[in-house]
Nanobody
Framework: VQLVESGGGLVQPGGSLRLSCAASGFTFSTYAMRWYRQPPGKEREVVATISSDGSSTYYRNSVKGRFTISRDNAKNTGYLQMNSLKPEDTAVYYC????????WGQGTQVTVSS
């Protein structure tokens, strides 16, 4: 069982990144998915959640209107499109799948800085 994130990196304020989370070893389409982040020196926090079929989403207030969570169950992959990035979005981003079991990715660093 694996969740593998990709797409992190260094971006200037106002820029965009798209994170991907590739799932394997379990029936991804039956699991809800969540993106978390952990800013430097802070607790891990929920960024966005999507239901197993993609029909329902949730966002923390600070990313509403800037981030979009989505998934492609045919590709066993989830996504987090991040636009208008701010320095306070700097964090390690983790994907998390939950259903019959729970699975975490290894994390990907996002740094927003000029």
């Amino acid at each position: 069982v694996q969740l593998v994130e990709s797409g992190g990196g260094l971006v200037q304020p106002g820029g965009s990144l798209r994170l991907s989370c590739a799932a394997s070893g379990f029936t991804f389409s039956t699991y809800a998915m969540r993106w978390y982040r952990q800013p430097p020196g802070k607790e891990r926090e929920v960024v966005a959640t999507i239901s197993s079929d993609g029909s329902s989403t949730y966002y923390r207030n600070s990313v509403k209107g800037r981030f979009t969570i989505s998934r492609d169950n045919a590709k066993n992959t989830g996504y987090l499109q991040m636009n208008s990035l701010k320095p306070e979005d700097t964090a390690v981003y983790y994907c998390y799948a939950y259903g019959l079991g729970t699975y975490w990715g290894q994390g990907t660093q996002v740094t927003v800085s000029s």
